[in-house]
């Protein structure tokens, strides 16, 4: 009898790993029309800063409009078009996207706004992406000093030479170089500092546990202590409550993003975000007023 069972156990198991293959299967095949057919869209989240209460960046973040499954958040697809290599035409559509609408906000008189992009690590060690950003910048016409790239930890830490070459390069440009997530990877005081960092956007974890957990309260500390000494800005991602924002306040934090101020939205409800301060800053004339 016991046999009989593990029989059918493993018979449902075996089925449920067959579903799920086939789910990705198709999953995969709906992500190739996807990009051809162009079912994504972008939706803006704004950074604010705490001192001016103005917009430093909006980042964009991609969702998929399903045809069956509505619409999708990237942790559902991010990793398949990873693994496929369909990341590269991805990033090409979500460059492509981003500047064309950050161009638009800048020829609206809406202000200078920057734009900032997730390059996933898969493609960041890819020779092409340089060619993909500069590329995406000549069509566009918009300046380099309006695009910002966020990058996760791991990604610095592999081919850290061509990374760091690749980061110099972007930089020497204008643009802004952000570290995603920061304090989930392993990266070290003295290993971050060769790289050419704007800012460091601590990982909504540490910001979630700071206000019940001393340890993570010192881990924001320290963070917020460490990016100052090396010029460093720095962002706190997922702020949720006034709480947490006093907190981070008293800390010194530059810059925080999170539902509090704004969930990601579409273009046109962030542009309510954008503050007169934003609309004197426009094309690149910092000086004004
Ligand atoms: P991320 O870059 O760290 O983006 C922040 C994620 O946290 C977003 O989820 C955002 O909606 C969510 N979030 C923001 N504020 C709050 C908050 O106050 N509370 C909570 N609970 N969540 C908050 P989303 O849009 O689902 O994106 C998830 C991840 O997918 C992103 O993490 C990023 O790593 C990746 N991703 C998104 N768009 C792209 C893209 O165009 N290319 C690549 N390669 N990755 C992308
Ligand atoms: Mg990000
Ligand atoms: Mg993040
Ligand atoms: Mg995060």
Request: glycine fraction near 6%; charge should be negative.
């Amino acid at each position: 009898h016991a046999k009989a069972c593990g029989k059918n156990v493993y018979k449902l198991f075996d089925k449920k790993m067959n579903e799920h293959a086939n789910e990705r299967v198709t999953l995969l095949s709906d992500l190739r029309l996807a990009l051809e057919r162009e079912e994504f869209v972008l939706h803006y989240q704004p950074k604010v800063d705490l001192l001016t209460g103005n917009v430093t960046s909006v980042e964009a973040l991609v969702r998929w409009m399903h045809p069956r499954l509505g619409m999708l958040a990237p942790d559902k697809f991010i990793r398949l078009s990873e693994e496929s290599g369909l990341i590269a035409d991805l990033t090409d559509w979500v460059l492509r996207t981003a500047c064309t609408q950050a161009k638009k906000w800048q020829e609206q008189n809406l202000g200078s706004v920057r734009v900032a992009v997730n390059l996933s690590p898969y493609h960041f060690q890819r020779q092409d992406v340089k060619e993909a950003i500069f590329s995406v910048l000549d069509a566009t016409g918009l300046e380099p000093a309006l695009l910002e790239i966020e990058i996760t930890e791991s990604a610095l830490m592999q081919n850290d030479e061509y990374t760091c070459e690749l980061l110099r390069e972007l930089r020497g440009l204008g643009m802004t170089i952000s570290v995603d997530d920061f304090g989930t990877g392993y990266s070290s005081l003295s290993y971050l500092h060769r790289f050419p960092i704007n800012t460091l956007k601590i990982d909504r974890t540490f910001i979630l546990n700071m206000m019940k957990s001393s340890e993570d309260q010192a881990i924001v500390t320290a963070i917020i202590a460490m990016a100052k000494s090396l010029n460093m800005q720095i962002v706190a991602e997922g702020v949720e409550t006034v709480d947490q924002l006093e907190k981070l306040k008293d800390q010194g934090c530059h810059e925080i993003q999170g539902f509090l101020v704004s969930r990601p939205v579409t273009a046109e409800t962030v542009e309510q975000f954008f503050t007169p301060e934003n609309h004197l800053h426009q094309h690149g004339n910092a000086t004004a007023g």
